[in-house]
Nanobody, 117 residues
Framework: QVQLVESGGGLVQAGGSLRLSCAAS????????MGWYRQAPGKQRELVAVMSTGGSTNYADSVKGRLTISRDNAKNTVYLQMNSLKSEDTAVYFC???????????WGQGTQVTVSS
C-alpha cells in the first residue's frame, strides 16, 4: 500500500518562503509522475506543479517563477520550494503520485499553508 506523507506547511508572512516535503513509502520510480495540488476554501483542487519520472516539470501559471518542484530519489521524497508567497497561495497542499500502469492516483493527507498579508 502506497503512503504519501506531507510536511512543512505552516503560517508565513507574504513574501516569505516555505518548503513542503512529500515522503513516499517505497521507491518513487514506480510512479509516472509526482506532483503538488492545492485546494483553497470554497474552490476546486488545482494543479500546482508536477514532475515526471524523466524529470520534466509543469507549473500552474500563477506559481511560475516562485514555486519549484524537485525530488530526492534516494530519500523517496518530493519537495515544493515556495518563495515570494502571496495571500492567494493560502490553501491545503496535497501530494499526488500517478501510477498509469495500474490506473491509480495516490494522495497524501494534505498540509495547510497560510500566508498572511
Amino acid at each position: 500500500q502506497v503512503q504519501l506523507v506531507e510536511s512543512g506547511g505552516g503560517l508565513v508572512q507574504a513574501g516569505g518562503s516555505l518548503r513542503l516535503s512529500c515522503a513516499a513509502s517505497g521507491s518513487i520510480f514506480r510512479f509516472n509522475s509526482m506532483g503538488w495540488y492545492r485546494q483553497a476554501p470554497g474552490k476546486q483542487r488545482e494543479l500546482v506543479a508536477v514532475m515526471s519520472t524523466g524529470g520534466s516539470t509543469n507549473y500552474a501559471d500563477s506559481v511560475k517563477g516562485r514555486l519549484t518542484i524537485s525530488r530526492d530519489n534516494a530519500k523517496n521524497t518530493v519537495y515544493l520550494q515556495m518563495n515570494s508567497l502571496k495571500s492567494e497561495d493560502t490553501a491545503v497542499y496535497f501530494c499526488n503520485a500517478k501510477d498509469v500502469a495500474i490506473g491509480l492516483d495516490y494522495w497524501g493527507q494534505g498540509t495547510q499553508v497560510t500566508v498572511s498579508s
